[in-house]
């Protein structure tokens, strides 16, 4: 049987959302050419979320295995790195992508194996051979690993994000390059296993897109691990020497490990894809797309590309977008003031919707309301070292706009601050609902100023909203 070269759909990169949107789409009945020039599922289940999780569930065996030992009596751990090569290789399949080969095909898909260029509006030639679309083309080629233009960087071996996962072996020391989620979470998972963990970060302080209370209390965390933190200087010159690699700080500081991970963010390229010929402009920085993810006509984008938020939550919630779009089916238009931020360091940092730096930037009037959970009595019997829940409110419609919550299991805690920033639930039924004790989620009434007799125990002259009485009545 011959190739098909036409279909109604063609899905340029089936990465983590072309993967997704291809399997909505073939399970609908619509005809899709994929074409994808390297592991179908892209970023996430073989470079990304997936084994970076895995590596940061062993990290966090190892850790609670030493905290055993305040609460139980003498605990013992020698990490071995073995045991977590062999998972990673095992949830990525052996980083082969045969599995999601023969699912596409099961589906009806059509997969070609190249690197594809538009040639037109409707058209993608992938090694001299014309694809075409008869109702669209979607664009969903993600983004690389960011190689800063660092002078010797090109005659070093360093390690990206990708190369961490394929790790058999640790070194006993490691620079990180960039102090955000990733470096974050791959920094503290290393300094589990033993190694010596350098974190160089060039702003004044890590995570710095979240409240500044999160990069405190995580850089508290990491600074009682042994993980040390280099901020206010970028590296100007790498080089190899005696078997380590020595890096130059622009504040004159020389830092030494024997890798270098670069975690210094992610890096889209829009040249060489012939978006000029389907009418895009290829010299800006991410494809532009309105709420419908539409970037052209009969031309989408979606994902890392579009440049919305680099997370694959997004990139799957745009996905449903176009194929709602596609489908004919109902979907409010794209929207991203309630998109949450998940860092899997511990402790965990679960972000949603605005900073009350960037609520204040926006001019709204806004309240703050900051509860330490070793004040409640949750993160009392967990022994909580680090942790808090910070709400932003909106005086004006009496609901959240944002929220962080730094702690144990704080990405999951975000649950219901992400639906309550979403769908605007006014504060006063946060306020009056019944919240379970002693849960963790429980501590997000107190942080809202629920007050029961047993909270101000603990915290006795903290008050959340419960004394703004405009907010939300
Ligand atoms: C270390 C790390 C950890 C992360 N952890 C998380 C996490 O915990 N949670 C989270 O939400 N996000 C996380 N992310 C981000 C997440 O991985 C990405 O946002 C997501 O994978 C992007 O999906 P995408 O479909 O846009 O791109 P990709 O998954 O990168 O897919 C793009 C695909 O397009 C292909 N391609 C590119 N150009 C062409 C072409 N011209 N022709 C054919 N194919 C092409 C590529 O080969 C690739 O397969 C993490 C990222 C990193 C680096």
Known sequence: MSEKTEADIIILGVGTCGEDLSLRLLGAGIEVIGIEADLIGGECPYWACIPSKVMVQAAAAVQDTRHAAAMTGISEIKPDWAPVATRLRWITGGWSNATALQRYAERGGTMITGYGRLTGPRTVSVDGRTYSARRGIVIAVGSKPFIPPIEGIDAIEYWTTHDIMKLEALPSSLLVLGGGPAGCELGQVMARFGVEVTIIEPGDRILSREE??????????????????????????????????????????????????????????????????????????????????????????????????????????????????????????????????????????????????????????????????????????????????????????????????????????????????????????????????????????????????????????????????????
């Open 212 to 473: 500044p209370e999160a990069s405190e209390a995580v850089e508290a965390a990491f600074r009682g691990e042994g993980i040390k933190i280099h901020k206010g200087a970028r590296a100007k010159r790498v080089e190899s020497r005696a078997g380590s690699i020595i890096a130059g700080l622009t504040d004159g500081t020389e830092l030494a490990g024997d890798r270098l991970l670069l975690a210094a963010g992610r890096a889209v390229d829009l040249n060489g894809l012939g978006l000029e010929s389907a009418g895009l402009d290829p010299s800006l920085r991410y494809i532009e797309v309105d709420e419908r993810m539409r970037a052209g006509d009969g031309i989408w984008a979606m994902g890392d590309v579009t440049g919305k938020s680099l997370q694959t939550h997004v990139a799957e919630y745009q996905s449903a977008v176009i194929a709602a779009e596609i489908l004919g089916q109902d979907h409010p238009p794209a929207r991203y003031d309630a998109v949450p931020r998940c860092i899997f360091t511990d402790p965990e940092v679960g972000a949603v919707g605005m900073t009350e730096a960037r609520a204040s930037d926006q001019g709204l009037d806004i309240v703050v309301a900051l509860k330490q959970l070793t004040r409640t009595f949750r993160g009392l019997i967990d022994g909580v070292e680090q942790g808090f829940i910070k709400l932003i409110a909106d005086r004006k419609s009496g609901t959240l706009v944002g929220a962080t919550v730094v702690g144990p299991r704080g990405t999951d805690m975000l649950g219901m601050l992400n639906l309550a920033v979403h769908a605007r639930v006014p504060l006063k039924e946060l306020q009056t609902m019944i919240y379970a004790f002693p849960s963790f989620y429980g501590t997000i009434g107190e942080a809202l100023g629920v007050r029961r007799g047993l909270t101000t125990v603990l915290d006795p002259d903290y008050r959340g909203f419960e004394a703004l009485e405009k907010v939300g009545r």
